[in-house]
């Protein structure tokens, strides 16, 4: 019971890593079906297909971010680690909004790529548009990026 403060933080350590690199996972591998359908018809088209295809990655790696900074701000990573229980769920609360948005957030930019591979596939001189569409989904994934890295780098001036 008395690291229970730790296991708090490291749970919300991992849950933005595990939980927003599945979502891009998912997200990745679902524009790459329609990407492998596009170049299939157009190898030409290869690498806008990829680049699309690509988006719906970055979550996983915010969320990886995420866990990197906690583990560093709790110590695991060169320091001791005693933290308070409530630190520990300050910690957990402050990884979430990058876990959740961000398994969100891939799974509808990846819609989106997959609606502008769809757009290049018939009109290729339409990228610059087509990029567009997934890159505003990616506005609420760095914006949860943000308020998570705020949330941590505050906790540590929390005295509880």
Do not use: H, W
């Amino acid at each position: 019971m008395e690291n229970l403060g730790l296991f708090f933080a490291l749970l919300g350590a991992a849950l933005s890593a595990l939980v927003a690199g599945a979502g891009s996972a998912v997200g990745v591998g679902r524009a790459g079906q329609a990407a492998a359908g596009l170049v299939t018809d157009d190898p030409s088209q290869f690498s806008r297909a990829l680049i699309l295809q690509l988006l719906p990655g970055t979550q996983g790696i915010y969320g990886l971010l995420i866990a990197f900074i906690t583990l560093t701000q709790i110590g695991i990573m060169g320091g001791s680690s005693d933290i308070s229980l409530a630190k520990g769920l300050l910690y957990l609360a402050a990884c979430l909004p990058m876990a959740i948005v961000g398994y969100v957030s891939a799974s509808y930019q990846s819609k989106c790529s997959v609606a502008s591979i769809g757009l290049i596939a018939k009109r290729p001189d339409q990228f610059g548009r087509a990029m567009i569409f997934p890159a505003m989904v990616e506005t609420y994934a760095i914006l949860a990026l943000l308020v998570s890295i705020l949330s941590i780098f505050g906790i540590a001036n929390v005295n509880i």
